[in-house]
Antibody, heavy 118, light 112 residues
């Protein structure tokens, strides 16, 4: 059974760094072809892809967020991470992690709400 | 970036009737391997998105066969036959042909 669960700080101030964790089970990020992606959704709005990390540590980022994103993984503990530096109110959203196997985003976490506010 | 344009933005359907949602891509989504990298997701109210259709026309596991996907290289359709109350939510198309991955703006399906 594949499950994913996101965790994060809940609220943070502008200019701080947002650190998110995706803890998963039912698959391994050391398995050939496996990946995890991060997607976010401001309240009442659409979905925005942020980043992917693959079993071989290959990484891809959405260039719209320029150099603010860093994705990483801890294979031993079945976790993936996303950091967003220098946040502002536009980063307020629900953040999802999702599995990528043959089909991208076939399983999603429940999402974690993040609010950026002074 | 590949832009996906969905239409309509909202649709109201009587239970038991059918509904169609369009997704148009700014670029062909046909890969060199012959795979059309267009996907459909449903986000039910208060829930995470769930995969409905992969590679334009393949039904994801557990998805009722009332759902079907079709299209060409740039124009795609999600059809829901005999809409049920559990089909309410926002439908998104997405492309995973190239980075950055992109999603359509979403189509909200409501019941009459």
């Amino acid at each position: 059974q594949v499950t994913l669960k996101e965790s994060g700080p809940g609220i943070l101030q502008p200019s701080q760094t947002l650190s998110l964790t995706c803890t998963f089970s039912g698959f391994s990020l050391s398995t050939y072809g496996m990946g995890v992606g991060w997607i976010r959704q401001p309240s009442g709005k659409g979905l925005e892809w942020l980043a992917n990390i693959w079993w071989d540590d290959d990484k891809y980022y959405n260039p719209s967020l320029k150099n603010r994103l860093t994705i990483s993984k801890d294979t031993s503990n079945n976790q993936a991470f996303l950091k967003i530096t220098n946040v502002d109110t536009a980063d307020t959203a629900t953040y999802y992690c999702a599995r990528i196997r043959i089909t991208p985003f076939d399983y999603w976490g429940q999402g974690v709400m993040v609010t950026v506010s002074s | 970036d590949i832009v996906l344009t969905q239409a309509p933005l909202s649709v109201s359907v009587t239970p038991g009737e059918s509904a169609s949602i369009s997704c148009r891509s700014s670029k062909s989504l046909l890969s060199s391997k012959g795979i059309t990298s267009l996907y459909w997701y449903l986000q039910k109210p208060g829930k995470s998105p769930q995969l409905l259709i992969y590679r334009m026309s393949n039904l994801a596991s557990g998805v009722p066969d009332r759902f079907s996907g079709s299209g060409s290289e740039t124009d795609f359709t999600l059809k829901i036959s005999k809409v049920e109350t559990e089909d309410v939510g926002v439908y998104y198309c997405a492309q995973f042909l190239e980075y950055p991955y992109t999603f359509g703006a979403g189509t909200k399906l409501e019941l009459k």
